[in-house]
């Protein structure tokens, strides 16, 4: 029987904390080319100038990781990857909207 370890490295990021483009390439497994279509698509906002000296956004990674995971296990395109993210984040948003809203019409007396 053979046992596989595996390192896991984990960074707690702060907030407000932004990255290297070589540091969100590195944590997502994705191509710098792949990161500079997505900001292109709209889907990270990073700061600077040049797509070399760009910072992006410590809260922006998972979406990268999922727009990675999408391209990388799925074959989905650039495009298609960044809809989907959108579109999952959407349907999140939704979900907690709808829950909040039915605690409110669990918590509300009825009038009878």
Do not use: F
């Amino acid at each position: 029987m053979t046992t596989v370890e595996r390192t896991i490295e984990t960074q707690v990021l702060a907030e407000g904390e932004w990255l290297s483009v070589t540091q969100v390439c590195r944590a997502s497994q994705i191509d710098a080319a792949v990161v500079i279509e997505l900001a292109e698509l709209g889907l990270v906002c990073p700061r600077g100038n040049a797509p070399q000296d760009w910072q992006v956004s410590a809260h922006e990674l998972s979406r990268l990781r999922t727009a990675a995971r999408l391209i990388r296990d799925l074959g989905v395109n650039v495009s298609g990857a960044a809809l989907a993210v959108e579109l999952l984040e959407a349907r999140r948003e939704l979900e907690t909207r709808l829950r909040a809203l039915e605690r409110c019409v669990q918590a509300s007396p009825r009038g009878d």
